[in-house]
């Protein structure tokens, strides 16, 4: 019996082997639900939101009819313990805006989206976008009254924040019931810079004991809308953001900007690209009509994502199983959530 002494050491081995392989990439997501969902209950439960691109033309003050009713599903029905912005809160990033003008335009989104949320007691998490603090030096004005606004004591929402080198609110780390949210500074085409790679590293690095860790950023790294096929992170942040929240369990990463809403999954990483609740809804790559204004509602109950969808500003839910089962621009494709395409299972460790 002696030979058999080193069966438990294997099997034990053997056991940790598994459970890496299976803790490699975070859990697909369901499809859309046939109507919307009861809030679930409970202290195990937890309801959020995740919005992007509100805002109308260069300099409105005020928002589109589709905005005010999503607010008013939001905080009447939805009523989720949090809500995500993926950025372009406001209609900035034009030559000549002064301060006045921006300081105009945010009381415009107060009156619109954020002191409803507030009334209705919800915290919002604001995440910077291009028309609202642009990373390009030629509106640096647009980051400065951003990081003004956003610091002031009567606008700073009241988030649980986590360390980690934080900089709100140009990018940081908050939780809620034991969820980790990130907010990313990618508002351009250009490489992310070393102190926000260390931001996303260390954050990371520290999540072993969330629930769920879930990402908002506003450019995407892959090609979602026409029009906007080249409007992405660089190829190489791209491939190193996927397989780096692919390899920390990262449940999903939210972004904005092309205005057309998808639920993807590349390389182990789920990704959903918002549609625009504001102007300007885009088609997909490969279709022909621009979906309806729509926000992210995202449930999670035991530590289990139970609810994952689209919810349109007409008070129905998109149908997941209408999303094209691909999307292709040049040698890029990105695949549908539920699709078994070796590129959605995540990449070998060696």
């Not at 204004?293 to 149908?319: G, R, Y």
């Not at 997941?320 to 539920?338: G, V």
Request: with cysteine.
């Amino acid at each position: 019996m002696k030979s058999l002494s080193y069966i438990p050491a294997l099997l034990a081995l053997l056991l940790l082997t598994l459970t890496t392989t299976l803790n490699a990439a975070a859990d697909r997501l369901p499809f859309s639900p046939d109507q919307i969902p009861v809030k679930p209950k409970g202290e195990n439960a937890t309801r959020f939101i995740v919005l992007s691109d509100a805002n109308s033309s260069y300099g409105e003050t005020t928002y589109r009819k589709d905005v005010r009713d999503l607010i008013r599903l939001t905080t009447q029905h939805i009523k989720p313990d949090l809500v995500i912005s993926a950025g372009d809160l406001i209609a900035a990033q034009k030559r000549g805006f002064g301060q006045d003008i921006l300081n105009s335009m945010w009381q415009g989104f107060d009156n619109a989206v954020y002191l409803p949320l507030k009334r209705a007691a919800i915290p919002f998490a604001p995440t910077p976008g291009n028309h609202d603090a642009s990373g390009y030096p030629a509106f640096k004005i647009d980051c400065d009254v951003f990081r003004a606004r956003w610091q002031d004591p009567n606008n700073k929402p009241p988030l649980n924040f986590v360390g980690w080198l934080n900089d709100f609110p140009t990018y940081y780390a908050h939780s809620v019931n034991n969820i980790l949210f990130l907010s990313l500074n990618i508002t351009t085409m250009e490489p992310l810079d070393s102190q926000q790679w260390a931001f996303i590293e260390e954050a990371l690095a520290n999540a072993n004991n969330f629930d769920h860790v879930f990402v908002t950023a506003h450019v995407p790294p892959y090609p979602i809308a026409h029009g906007r096929e080249t409007q992405c992170m660089t190829p190489d942040d791209a491939a190193r953001i996927t397989k780096l929240f692919a390899d920390n369990n990262v449940s999903v990463f939210f972004t904005g900007h092309h205005h057309a809403y998808y639920k993807a999954r590349k390389k182990g990483l789920n990704l959903i690209s918002l549609n625009a609740c504001g102007n300007g809804p885009r088609k997909l790559i490969g279709t022909t009509e621009p979906q309806k204004q729509s926000l992210i509602v995202v449930d999670i109950v035991d530590k289990k994502i139970t609810n994952v969808f689209a919810l349109k500003s007409n008070s129905t839910i998109f149908e997941d199983k209408s999303l094209p089962d691909k999307l292709q621009y040049e040698n890029i494709t990105l695949h549908r959530f539920d699709s078994q395409d070796p590129d959605t299972e995540p990449e070998a460790t060696k």
